[in-house]
């Protein structure tokens, strides 16, 4: 009934800047929070940021990426800049929806490959 399609990963040198996108289509009466995660290799998957009512951000982020979203387009969007080689990982979107049939239900995207490597 949902899914949440991303898009934006890819390469890119230290210092450098990606922009992520997750869209969610399908029927869809509301989305509640939308956040984004990641998942390094070896390791466990992790919040990066989220945003409902407010945003929040992992301490190792901050100042670095912005989570934003478009109502009207279903969309999330994290803006990653000054990228590290520790933001190594599959980046995952995730939203809180209500469907038309009145369930709400917790949805992934299936993942976008970000690398940062000079």
């Known amino acids: 009934q949902v899914r949440l399609v991303e898009s934006g990963g890819g390469l890119v040198q230290p210092g450098g800047s990606l922009r992520l996108s997750c869209a969610a289509f399908?029927?869809?009466?509301?989305?509640?929070?939308m956040a984004w995660y990641r998942q390094a290799p070896g390791k466990e998957r992790e919040l990066v940021a989220a945003?409902?009512?407010?945003?929040n951000y992992a301490e190792s982020v901050k100042g670095r990426f912005t989570i934003s979203r478009d109502n009207a387009k279903n969309t999330v969007y994290l803006q990653m800049n000054s990228l590290k080689p520790e933001d190594t990982a599959v980046y995952y979107c995730n939203a809180h929806i209500l469907t038309t049939n009145q369930a709400m239900g917790n949805y992934w995207g299936q993942g976008t490959q970000v690398t940062v490597s000079s």
């Open positions: 399908g029927r869809i009466f509301s989305i509640n929070v």
């Open positions: 945003i409902g009512g407010s945003t």
